[in-house]
């Protein structure tokens, strides 16, 4: 698809209101007189009934006349759009009829896309009022259209042009359409203090003789037409037309337009939803609201602000650069729909009516305090009038909240300042006057103005930017002539209702830092800075805290408020530009510095939470570089990879100083201390480890190896349960072991760290712990083996469990050797029923199990013996009998008849076969 690329759009648009302003179209459907109610219903039928040519019944005067004007600007004929009926085609001039809209396609992120240069066009049906109560007359205050109330009753139209297919219509995105009307009416609704709002009430379908190479006007007048809607307050026509774009006289690229009725009715054209859908909607709804577009003025020359010469700017090297504001939805603001800026909420008569605060004529020097313009403040924003030009000047903070999210950032983030503009067809349109006025258009993102920046009327009145921050702007407006405020009247007044301050010990001292004053009482001192305002500095512990260190030169700053007392413990604070100073009897006074430390003081409640007040200052340079500050009940220790921690005082504390605090192998605790977990315990976590408590166990750190086993086991949720002791390390061959509810943890280098609990464990401790036969252990116990059964593996052995035979030592060894051969537990010997017992003849060994024994002697070496052969055996009286000891395992070999099985000893054989049973070869 490609579409023509037109020639710098956006002067194209600025014609055709030109156009419009000397010769309003009364759009020809707009003259068809309403139908009797009873042929209401006509124009809104099914698609596939077109509307007739002519009402049935007798016309009746509609009840608002369009066309009936004043002034005659009705009168002209318009050639914009076509009287007659388009002339039939047969071949359409559009050969677009596959496209699939891509809801999320972007056009501004096109290359193919002239969406990018060219907008959308809005036109008036009628001339809005007259007189414009913001015109350069003087006469101000009130909205040019006075407070509305209304639902839109809007119907919403999908269209099948001349030459477009079904399939064409089908395409378009239901849900997205009436969506886009569902996300007009919120925004106005947020604008409006919920009076205005619009609801789709009808959906139609319509074949229409328009052809997608009509210019969107014409397209909208010939459905209108052939619908035969009319002009009622608070109802809409939303027309949504299949096709990617739309085109004004050939060049393509627009993306919606919007029509109005004197601003309580209106139409809205609109192509394939898209991305852009929802907001370019919202726009189109503003222009049937009875806005024009809000715009930037641009100036080769750098001017900031010019005069008026009739219709013009009175400097040639400044225009209005239409849709300019790009932070305004009346802007180019198809990304997002940023609230409205004042002059239009103003002259749409938007919102509760307080949030413009009007200082009339400039006068001195003032300064004013501004809250985000996209928040919800009574007087938020402020207008004042020049008093040589009488032009209105509106001043806003843009902050990134609400509406004003996605936009109020980086230079758009500040104080903006607007104006009437020159365009508009009824001083409805709005002007940006940026610090950068030579960047026009939409390329200008530095649309407000900051801190320090200082904007000039061109008459001369100052507004000065004192200070920006996410919750506020203030600055100074200085009339031509006076001089700019060093602060003396407010700081009189600070100084009139504090208490406490007596008598005025010196005159207003300027010159100190960031162009701040001040005046000395015989109680302290008021300061003031341009970005602070004017607060008192009462003689005491926090005016010598401030004092300390440097006043306003410090860190601190000026202050910011006044001296608060009162607060808990009798105590009092004072809030600087770099913090708090707080102050008890208990404590004296402290400073608590803007940083994380002070955030997390913050989430705790202050000096109502549970740390109290601060004790000591912040003290940096600790560990890593971190940061703690000391409280009545605890303290706060900040790093740079754990952020800012409580760590209150109790007993995980105390035993968190016993490690060292920071410098300890706990380093920095890295979450808050968390109770309620199981037994009413408490834990906090730290770098290196954790500590836990319960009433029962007292709080131990756990860290490393050791604690890496117990998390193997579940934690205090698993069978050992909370540590009962410290680590303690320096045990045989290097080892640590920390004792737990149910057990105990050893660790050492070679076998890693592994817990001990029950049965085994106390079997093990018969030995001597480590320290004994079997040494450290180097598995964790491992269950759920034959009958039930457990085992846990030991440097020297093992240790087997089962219900029927208790916890037996399996020592390394010969005899462990073979008891392996059989498959341990699982082959025919079953556990171990006693402990190995040695000393017998010939230096011999045995251990008895469930199925039988192993004996061993360094001559026979190791055998196990069972069943039948070995109650032979005992009938000779075993190892000290005529056999003597087994010298080999017992052997079976079973042919298709019989089973036959052999063991040798030292003085014979002993062979069983099913049909013999066990007879002995002596040797
Ligand atoms: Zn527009």
Redesign the pocket.
Known sequence: MTLPFPARLLYAAALSFGLLAGAVPAVANDAVPAPSPSATAAPLAPAEQEPTAAPETAPTAPSKAPEAHVGGESTASTSEEPATEPAPTSAAQDDVTSFVPDLNWNPLDDPNSNARYG????QPVTPMKAASPLATDGSMGTAAIGPRTGDFKVTLVTVQLSGKTVADTDAINMTAARNSITSASAYWKSVSDNRLSMTKVNEYRHVSAARITDSYGTIMATVTRELNWQYRPYEALVIFVPHADLNYNGSWGILGG?FTDSATSGRVIMPYPSALTNNVVT??FG?VLGLH?ANSLACSNGRFDVARSGASWADTACYSSEYGDTTDL?GFAQISSPVINAFMWEYGGFGRGDEIRNLGDASGSVQHVLRPWAGTEPGRAVKFTDPVSKEVYYLEHRAPVGYDAATAKNGNQGVKITKKDILGWSGNASVVLTPNSKVSGYNNPNLTWQAGQTFTTHSGTKVRVDSVDGASARVTVTAPGASASNGSAEIAAVAARTSGLGAATSGVVCGLVNGGCFQDYSGGAVIWSPATGAHASLNGGIRSTWKNTGYETGPLGYPTGAQVCGIRDGGCYQNFQGGAILWSPATGAHISTNGAIRTAYQGSGFENGPLGYPTGSQVCGIRGGGCYQNYQRGAILWSASTGAQISPNGPIRTTYAANGYENGGLGYPTGPQICGITANGCYQDFQGGAIHWTAATGAHATGGEIRRAWARTGFETGNLGFPTSAETCGLINGGCSQNFQGGAIHWTPTTGAHATVGDIRRTWASTGYQNGTLGYPTGPETCGIRGGGCFQNYQHGAILWSPATGAQISPTGPIRTAYQATGFEAGNLGYPTGPQTCGIKNNGCYQNFQGGAITWNPTAGAHPTGGEIRRTWASTGYENGRLGYPTTNETCTTTTTTTRCTQTFDGGTITWTPTTGATIQYT
Request: glycine share 10%.
């Open positions: 907008e959308h066009f809005a919007g726009h189109e222009h577009h009346m």
